[in-house]
């Protein structure tokens, strides 16, 4: 069963760093862009960042450029967010999600993880 | 950046019942539509993609349409478990959700 764990939430202060992780299993994970998208309690889905199948290709929302990082290392089937200088508005459920077609960027999302939330207080 | 929008945010229906949820774009997406369904704690899960096409594994009662920059979910006889919240997403330009429509029971 095509799988994504996603992993690194928790309660994290203002201003400071935190770095989520996306574990696929069960496809070939080097073959497909990735997404992360978050959600903030009780609110929509928010697309936050892409990356290509091989690496080289990142793209974000203007809510999060220059702060947020998404990077992969495809021979672990790992997906990462490296997020810094949080603020209480990121507080969210964050997920990762998968691609239909292999290489192809462009598409929707048809595999999710179940999320890790993000906390951040004071 | 192109903006979605939803309507309505919420729908009261009851067993049976067909239901439509419409999507606009701010500028033309057409095909690059697709819809999700949500259920509370759960990720999303893809139901229609290039407007009109079923993912696998989804009901025939769902169903998409539109072009340009109207869109519409129509699901043909409401089942106890599409209560939900449905989401439209642009992909014509990077990716971009609608604000969502929750369905609740009548």
């Known amino acids: 069963q095509v799988q994504l764990v996603e992993s690194g939430g928790g309660v994290v202060q203002p201003g400071r760093s935190l770095r989520l992780s996306c574990g696929a299993s069960?496809?070939?994970?080097?073959?497909?862009?990735m997404h992360w998208v978050r959600q903030a309690p009780g609110k929509g889905l928010e697309w936050l960042a892409v990356?290509?199948?091989?690496?080289?290709?990142?793209n974000y929302a203007e809510s999060v450029k220059g702060r947020f990082t998404i990077s992969r290392d495809n021979s672990k089937n790992s997906l990462n967010l490296q997020m810094s200088s949080l603020r209480a508005d990121d507080t969210a459920l964050y997920f990762c999600?998968?691609?239909?077609?292999?290489?192809?960027?462009?598409?929707?999302?048809?595999?999710w993880g179940q999320g890790t939330m993000v906390t951040v207080s004071s | 950046d192109i903006q979605m929008t939803q309507s309505p945010s919420t729908l009261s229906a009851s067993v049976g019942d067909r239901v439509t949820i419409t999507c606009r774009a701010s500028r033309n997406i057409s095909p690059w539509l697709a819809w999700y369904q949500q259920k509370p704690g759960k990720a999303p899960k893809l139901l229609i993609y290039?407007?009109?096409s079923l993912e696998s594994g989804v009901p025939s009662r769902f169903s998409g349409s539109g072009s340009g920059t109207e869109f519409t979910l129509t699901i043909s006889s409401l089942q106890p478990d599409d209560f939900a919240t449905y989401y439209c997403q642009q992909y014509n330009s990077y990716w971009t959700f609608g604000q969502g429509t929750k369905v609740e029971i009548k």
């Open positions: 990356i290509s199948y091989d690496g080289t290709i990142q």
């Open positions: 290039k407007t009109s």
């Open positions: 069960t496809f070939s994970f080097s073959n497909y862009a």
């Open positions: 999600a998968r691609a239909p077609r292999t290489v192809v960027t462009q598409g929707p999302f048809n595999i």
